[in-house]
């Protein structure tokens, strides 16, 4: 799971702009998440290899006067779904008595905070800050995030301990001098591996915006089979895990809507988490996403789609609330799902209502379709073989007046399948025969339900 970094702080210290400075150089998943979660913001950030997840509380417009106001509601739950907090000062107006609010807020929990004093450009850094040190958190880290200076040695300081040390690999090199041997005692472990994960229990994640029926239907779900429900404790991160068996098939459910904890009193603010979402992606090996119908395709699922299949995960899509729609809203919502989930057609879309349980039981045929999919064995022989009939139906294009060579394909993992390719200017292979090479194989190996992964390999 990737490491999860909130920044904290007073209103104009510099959040947005270090938030913007961490995720901007990725495309991927920044959100807002209006509703339950206000203005609390999401991004992927990546520094070298390491990936992370950075909460910015941008929203928070308290009026500086003590903790209430400051720490209300969005920052708490920030604070409480990180690993480590982010909190900055403003080294430009100095000591505010919010600043020591929210660090005695802070010293209370059990989290690694790092003191992040920003807008040190052109002023003496030193003696601006000396006064921070009176917080009681540590050492003070001196950055401008509009200019992104100290950023990195200040985040590489935070990550600290959350990655394994990088050791230098030179698999692949290996991997060209020992050529088919290699692969062959490789294909020994993958077989292994497709075994061991073929036994495991289908770990299902029912995930989707808030109110889309994810309560309604994991409740359904729940009420139709024999479950073993235990109590975990639990934080806004954590979802619940329920085993349950159905027609001899194991499985986990990873219930992000928090069933067993909506009855509690105190949990009223927030039943919706993108962190506690994320986790759940990260742990499932198949993914239910809950989309409603009445609401269309919205960015927010968009969104956790992109995650899901970044993450690699098997998919089965339940368009919920399908009850009482007119025939003329059935037809719009299905022309918006071909227009806009055209690139995901290889995941099986189900109309169903949680309300009244219809099309509920047929959800599983397609999760156990898309995790068997997924684990499925794909052997180097099977695999070159259908390699070598899609570049007989067409060739590969020439490319700088060479024809790119594909010489052989084997397994490279399982849950998502990864097919490697190994040849000549391989590299160099358009889009779009990629594309039908993916496709080719996915009707071939009749894998659906889940991503395929192809990885093209220079050499032999
Ligand atoms: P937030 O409310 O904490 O999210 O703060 P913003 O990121 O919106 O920044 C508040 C103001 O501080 C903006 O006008 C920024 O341009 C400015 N600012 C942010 N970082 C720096 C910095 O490193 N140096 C200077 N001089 N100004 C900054
Ligand atoms: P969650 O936030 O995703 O867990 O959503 P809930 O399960 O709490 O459902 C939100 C609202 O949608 C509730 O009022 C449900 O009764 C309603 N709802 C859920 N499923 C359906 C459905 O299939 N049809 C209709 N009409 N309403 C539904």
Redesign the pocket.
């Known amino acids: 799971m990737l490491p999860v970094i909130a920044l904290v702080g007073r209103p104009n210290v510099g959040k947005s702009t270090l938030f913007n400075r961490l995720t901007r150089t990725r495309d991927a998943l920044v959100a807002d998440f209006p509703g339950l979660t206000r203005d609390r913001k999401y991004g992927q950030a990546k520094i070298d290899e390491d990936e992370f997840i950075v909460i910015d509380t941008g929203g928070i417009t308290g009026d500086e006067e003590g903790l209430d106001a400051v720490m209300a509601g969005q920052s708490l739950l920030a604070i409480d779904e990180a690993d480590a907090v982010l909190f900055m000062v403003d080294a430009r107006v100095g000591m505010m008595v919010a600043d020591q609010a929210i660090a005695e807020h802070l010293r209370k929990q059990e989290k690694k905070v790092f003191l992040v004093a920003n807008k040190t450009d052109g002023i003496d850094a030193d003696s601006a800050c000396a006064e921070f040190y009176g917080l009681g958190l540590g050492e003070v880290y001196h950055i401008a995030a509009a200019h992104g200076k100290g950023v990195r040695q200040m985040i590489d300081t935070a990550l600290d301990g959350f990655f394994e040390p990088t050791v230098e690999s030179d698999e692949d090199d290996d991997e060209f001098e020992l050529g088919q041997e290699y692969i062959e005692d490789d294909e020994e472990k993958l077989l292994k591996e497709q075994e061991r994960l073929a036994a495991l229990p289908i770990k299902l994640a029912i995930i989707?915006?808030?109110?889309?029926?994810?309560?309604?239907?994991t409740n359904r779900i729940l009420g139709e089979e024999r479950v073993v429900v235990y109590d975990q404790p639990g934080t806004t991160r954590d979802s619940i895990y329920i085993p349950m068996t159905r027609d001899d098939r194991e499985y986990v459910l990873i219930d992000t809507?928090g069933v067993r904890k909506r009855k509690k009193v105190n949990e009223t603010v927030e039943?919706?988490s993108v962190i506690k979402t994320l986790k759940a992606i990260e742990d499932s090996n198949t993914v239910l996403l809950?989309i409603d119908a009445r609401d269309g395709i919205a960015e927010q699922d968009l969104c956790l789609l992109g995650y899901t299949l970044n993450a690699g995960r098997s998919l089965v899509i339940a368009v919920?609330?399908?009850?009482?729609m007119t025939d003329y809203d059935k037809e719009r919502v299905k022309s918006e799902l071909d227009r806009r989930l055209g690139f995901i057609d290889f995941a099986k879309i189900h109309f169903?209502?949680?309300?009244?349980g219809t099309g509920v039981g047929h959800l599983y045929e397609s999760v156990e379709e898309a995790y068997d999919s997924s684990t499925k064995r794909i052997s180097t022989s099977m695999l070159t073989r259908i390699m070598t009939m899609a570049t007989d139906d067409h060739n590969p294009p020439m490319v700088q007046n060479r024809r790119v060579k594909l010489r052989y394909a084997h397994a490279g993992g399982y849950n998502p399948p990864l097919i490697v390719i190994h040849g000549n200017q391989v590299k160099k292979l358009p889009d779009s025969y990629k594309r039908y090479l993916m496709n080719y194989f996915r009707r071939s190996l009749q894998i659906m339900g889940t991503p395929i992964r192809i990885e093209f390999r220079e050499g032999s």
């Open positions: 989707g915006k808030p109110n889309v029926g994810k309560s309604t239907l809507a039943k919706f809950v919920n609330k399908w009850d009482g169903i209502s949680a309300l009244h």
